[in-house]
């Protein structure tokens, strides 16, 4: 079994900056993929940015230039730093791990952590 827990979500004024944590630990040999979600009051949860072992990056059109997602893979963590927050990010923002490789080298899929709010007013 595989848990994430997040922090360092907040309220902050727009144009500021927050930085998420999220910390695996459990069954875990290497996470494929680990990244961010995050849901809007009233709409689904969508991709944020994700990252894998070796550095390859994706971020979601709307916080291009703005979110960097770094990784620390010994100690499977990701970070996510957010600047030139705007209100439209205000969302509640889930961390994820895919494709993990347990020790006995099985696979296990799609473990969320528990979600932490960001809140960015105008």
């Known amino acids: 079994q595989v848990q994430l827990v997040e922090s360092g979500g907040g309220l902050v004024q727009s144009g500021g900056s927050l930085r998420l944590s999220c910390a695996a630990s459990?069954?875990?040999?290497?996470?494929?993929?680990m990244g961010w979600y995050r849901r809007a009051a009233g709409k689904e949860r969508t991709l944020v940015a994700e990252i894998t072992p070796a550095g390859r990056i994706k971020y979601a059109n709307s916080v291009q230039g703005r979110f960097t997602i770094s990784r620390e893979n010994a100690k499977n963590t990701i970070y996510l730093q957010m600047n030139s927050l705007k209100p439209e990010d205000t969302a509640v923002y889930y961390c994820?791990?895919?494709?993990?490789?347990?020790?006995?080298?099985?696979?296990?899929?799609?473990?969320w952590g528990q979600g932490t709010q960001v809140t960015v007013s105008s």
């Open positions: 459990g069954d875990i040999n290497v996470i494929n993929v």
């Open positions: 994820y791990a895919d494709r993990v490789v347990t020790t006995s080298l099985h696979y296990e899929y799609e473990h």
